[in-house]
């Protein structure tokens, strides 16, 4: 199943615009798209220089093509999504972009 590619832009430039470009060298929030979902993952370069970027997820944005409706999910401690009972799905991704940048929910960002 394809994803709406408007809402796939939206997704990829809100986590573009997390982090200011001068700390992309620390730090950056991406987009890892997959068939039916999209995760937010904080990026950061191994501690010590070597090896692998770290790829931490934050949330989870899923798409239901029969509604048209995206929902956020959550990550537990053993890396297993979810669903976020606070806010619920909407057809504008946006909106959801929004929760997870303005909540203060500490589940995502915390």
């Known amino acids: ?3 709406p ?6 997704i990829r430039l809100w986590a573009r615009e ?6 992309w060298d620390q730090v950056k ?10 995760d937010i993952v904080e990026v950061r370069p191994p501690w010590d220089g070597v090896g692998e970027h770290t790829r931490f ?3 989870r944005l899923r798409y239901a093509k ?5 929902a956020i999910y959550w990550r537990d401690r053993n890396l297993k999504f979810h669903e ?9 991704v946006e909106s959801l972009l929004d929760y997870l940048e303005n909540s203060g929910d500490p589940i995502f960002w915390g």
């Open 5 to 10: 590619e408007t809402d796939l832009h939206r």
């Open 18 to 23: 997390r982090v200011p470009e001068h700390l």
């Open 1 to 3: 199943m394809a994803l």
């Open 57 to 59: 997820p934050i949330a």
């Open 84 to 92: 976020y009972g606070r806010k619920r799905p909407s057809k504008n």
């Open 29 to 38: 929030v991406e987009a890892d798209v997959a068939d039916r979902h999209v």
């Open 66 to 70: 029969t509604s048209g409706s995206w």
